[in-house]
């Protein structure tokens, strides 16, 4: 019976960011045993509005929550460097793209890099279309793409397929047996938490 693990994230998800390091951990225990497939939450909508002065207070407040407990780097110049806003879409459907070219795992950690330690602003079209580049994806073709409505429709589409299953937030862990779908808990400080629970899951 196929046995598939559903990691949902979003690239601009903090909490994804500071799982990050016990994710790789995980997904390197567990590849030789089942498909890992990466699916796309999707958290903030498109959105050309500044982000309200009490939402980039609870981010920040969040960003150092994050790096109290795990020790998760974050720049905070970001906050004045960037004009924040609540969107994550772009972000998402660079990933899209990338998936495409077997890139998506890159393009997630080069927009977590740029985000949270270079104080870039993945919501920006130019910024995601310098990091598709330096990912060795054609810049126009990647213009194009990211601003179609193929792209869109796609998203849209897996986020509901996401939205379906038992996650909590992001990031989310979804094991997929057959018909049997179960929700994995996430611990972010030891991979072997849930990596026992997915044995006990096959048991």
């Given at each position: ?122 919501s920006d079209i130019d910024t995601l279309k310098v990091l598709a580049s330096d990912l060795g994806l054609d810049a126009d073709d990647f213009l194009q793409q990211i601003s179609s409505k193929e792209i869109d429709i796609e998203l849209k589409q897996e986020i509901n397929v996401m939205r379906q299953m ?38």
């Amino acid at each position: 019976m196929k046995v598939i693990l559903y990691y949902v994230y979003d690239p601009m998800c903090s909490w994804c960011w500071g799982y990050a390091p016990t994710w790789k951990k995980l997904e390197n225990a567990l590849a030789p045993h089942v498909e890992i497939v990466y699916g796309l939450g999707g958290l903030a909508e498109d959105s050309a509005q500044a982000m309200p002065e009490e939402m980039q207070t609870f981010l920040q407040q969040t960003w150092h929550k994050i790096s109290h407990q795990l020790g998760t780097d974050f720049n905070f110049d970001f906050w004045t460097k960037c004009e924040p806003r609540r969107s994550t879409y772009p972000a998402c459907r660079a990933a899209l793209i990338a998936r495409k070219f077997g890139k998506e795992q890159e393009m997630l950690k080069a927009i977590q890099q740029a985000y949270y330690l270079e104080a870039k602003n993945p919501s920006d079209i130019d910024t995601l279309k310098v990091l598709a580049s330096d990912l060795g994806l054609d810049a126009d073709d990647f213009l194009q793409q990211i601003s179609s409505k193929e792209i869109d429709i796609e998203l849209k589409q897996e986020i509901n397929v996401m939205r379906q299953m038992p996650i909590n937030g992001f990031p989310s862990l979804v094991l997929a047996t057959g018909n049997d779908v179960t929700a994995i808990p996430v611990d972010y400080k030891n991979w072997r938490t849930s990596y026992q629970a997915i044995l006990n899951e096959g048991d």
